[in-house]
DNA sequence: TCACAACTAGGTCACTCGACCTAGTTTTGT
DNA sequence: ACAAAACTAGGTCGAGTGACCTAGTTGTGA
């Protein structure tokens, strides 16, 4: 048995408590009751619940940080563009169903609007998913210029479509299909 | 003083306490004072928190649609590729502040994860978003189906514009000269 | 004028919350 | 072996919470 596999079942009892019932629904007796321990055993760990709060984006927004850095990158062979298609298809899926990265995003999302730490978070990651996106389609981009536009686009229309997706007119594919355009355009930019 | 005066007060003051504070934020007691007037007499307009809840979205949502139809329509004449831009602009300008709408979406957005009456107030709202949108559009798009992938762009990058906007290498005047170039090339899709 | 509905105010109830306290038990380092 | 540190458990506290109750006050229509 680790030493922290406590605090870290604490962290995951935690993160499904956010997922399910939002920031107010994790309380440290709910996270005890899920974690099967004392509350005081919490409070033992996490000595606060703001420090509770923080260690869970601390961990949450590395690990979707690792995630993304499992993408292959792009590279400049003659079948790069459908690569292209596969890695956006890739971040627009999220739209087609609310996944638990779904769900603990737009917890996240409406918890930084009233709380600094977490805004400096969520701007931190996705600074971060900008030079880790960029790194992948670096291969095929003829400048950095077109590069920087092409993941200007690719990442806020993810985020974008995993809230709307279900109400547009037009299905994944069509949707696919013009971003992948769009974004193969950006990149040959000189 | 008419005669609904006071429950529309309670719901100004109960959507300023859902914008600071999250949905948890919002309290009997707290839209009381804020509304200067006694916990009972907020009990009296709206009998239990879920009620008062409701009213609130069916309100706000309306009032977000009917701000859209104010936009007004792009005209088939010799600048409509510039009304275009300044429409896009229109929208996209929520990424560069977190506005008054922002935060309570966010907030919405999460409500809904776990929600389901405001999950289906949000996914309607969208679907009233691509009429409206559509609409404005229809002069100058040459195709139902250039039209469909146009709003279809629109509508899922501005909100995730909103939400990333802060942390892209391309600033505003990039994106939106992008979208426009797109938007319109599949307006002009036969 | 009078009855009835609309409205307002104050209080109580059982419950949940984070923080804190105290007293044990186990593990670790020397 | 033994002291200190790490860990566990149970209890208490004040502050909030939504729901509910009762008793007034104001307004309206017949």
Redesign the pocket.
């Known amino acids: 048995m680790k030493?922290?596999a406590?605090?870290e079942k604490i962290l995951d009892v935690a993160l499904l408590l956010l997922k399910n019932e939002g920031d107010?629904?994790?309380?440290?007796?709910?996270?005890a009751a899920l974690a099967d321990?004392?509350?005081?055993?919490v409070?033992?760990?996490?000595?606060?619940?703001?420090?509770?709060l923080k260690s869970m984006a601390d961990r949450y927004f590395q690990s979707c940080l690792e995630q993304i850095k499992k993408i292959d990158t792009i590279q400049s062979d003659d079948c790069w563009k459908l690569e292209i298609e596969k890695l956006l298809r890739g971040f627009l899926v999220h739209g087609l169903e609310v996944t638990d990265m779904c769900r603990l995003f737009r917890e996240y999302w409406a918890i930084s609007t009233r709380n600094q730490a977490i805004d400096e978070h969520i701007k931190q990651y996705y600074r971060e998913m900008v030079v880790i996106l960029s790194d992948k389609l670096r291969p095929v981009a003829q400048s950095e210029q077109g590069l920087a536009k092409a993941v200007s686009v690719i990442i806020p229309f993810s985020e974008g479509y995993s809230i709307t997706a279900l109400a547009m007119p037009e299905d994944i594919n069509s949707i696919t299909s013009i971003l992948q355009s769009l974004v193969v355009n950006l990149l040959q930019e000189q």
């Open positions: 030493k922290n406590k605090a107010y629904g994790v309380t440290m007796r709910k996270v321990m004392s509350l005081s055993n409070q033992y760990y996490y000595k606060t619940k703001d420090a509770l």
